[in-house]
Nanobody, 118 residues
Framework: VQLQASGGGSVQAGESLRLSCAAS????????MGWFRQAPGKEREFVAS????????YYTDSVKGRFTISKDNAKNTVYLQMNSLKSEDTAVYYC????????????WGQGTLVTVSS
C-alpha cells in the first residue's frame, strides 16, 4: 500500500484542521491505518488508529475528545479531524498502515506539518 498525506497548516489555538491520508495499491479493509506525530526534538508518538474492516478506533489520551479518526472506504482515505487544537499539538503528522496480521506499522506516508500558535 502507498500512502499520501495532506491537510497540514498553521492555525491558532482553539481552531481546527483535517488531515487526509489516501491509500492505494492494496485492499484497504485489510489494514489498520494510524496517525502518528513527531514534535521537534521528540520521538514519534501514536495519535490515533482505525481498523478499516469495522471502524474500531483507538486514541492516545491527550487527544481524546478533540481528535476524530474516520475512514471512507470508497475513497480508500482516512481522515484525522483535529478540533480545539493546542500549541502542544504542533508536530509533523504521519499516516501509517499495517496489515491486521502484524504488529508494527509497515508503510508510511510523507509527513504533513501542523503548527498551532497560542
Amino acid at each position: 500500500v502507498q500512502l499520501q498525506a495532506s491537510g497540514g497548516g498553521s492555525v491558532q489555538a482553539g481552531e481546527s484542521l483535517r488531515l487526509s491520508c489516501a491509500a492505494s495499491g492494496s485492499t484497504f479493509s485489510s489494514y489498520y491505518m494510524g496517525w502518528f506525530r513527531q514534535a521537534p526534538g521528540k520521538e514519534r508518538e501514536f495519535v490515533a488508529s482505525i481498523r478499516c474492516s469495522d471502524g474500531t478506533t483507538y486514541y492516545t489520551d491527550s487527544v481524546k475528545g478533540r481528535f476524530t479518526i474516520s475512514k471512507d472506504n470508497a475513497k480508500n482515505t482516512v481522515y484525522l479531524q483535529m478540533n480545539s487544537l493546542k500549541s502542544e499539538d504542533t508536530a509533523v503528522y504521519y499516516c501509517g498502515a499495517r496489515r491486521t496480521t502484524v504488529v508494527r506499522y509497515e508503510t508510511w506516508g510523507q509527513g504533513t506539518l501542523v503548527t498551532v500558535s497560542s
